[in-house]
């Protein structure tokens, strides 16, 4: 069992940034792969990032890529996004999840077995 508390959301105008961070406990935190994920209102959970083991490979959804950077910090059991240059269509609450590290789906949500609660990002115009 992994536990997973998100935190670092909150209220920003666009074209700004905010750090989320994702505290892990319980099992090893360097025996999962692990993910970002976000849900806007009335919609799918959808793929933002994801980070092998040891954060050596990531992959970006393309909505995402060069403006969100996945990392982790295997010593602080902590997985971040930087989120920068921030839009609008940003806004949702934002999940951080743990997987297998040998998945073949690493986009899909239920490829993921542990999940935070998630936190708001909410962008204004």
């Known amino acids: 069992q992994v536990q997973l508390v998100e935190s670092g959301g909150g209220l920003v105008q666009a074209g700004g940034s905010l750090r989320l961070s994702c505290a892990a406990s319980g099992r090893t935190f360097s025996d999962f792969a692990m993910g970002w994920f976000r849900q806007a209102p009335g919609k799918e959970r959808e793929f933002v990032a994801t980070?092998?083991?040891?954060?050596?490979?990531?992959i970006y959804a393309d909505s995402v890529k060069g403006r969100f950077t996945i990392s982790r910090d295997n010593a602080k059991n902590t997985l971040y996004l930087q989120m920068n240059s921030l839009k609008p269509e940003d806004t949702a609450v934002y999940y951080c999840a743990a997987r297998a590290p040998l998945s073949t789906a690493p986009v899909r949500p239920n490829e993921y077995h542990f999940w935070g609660q998630g936190t708001q990002v909410t962008v204004s115009s």
């Open positions: 980070i092998s083991r040891s954060g050596g490979s990531t």
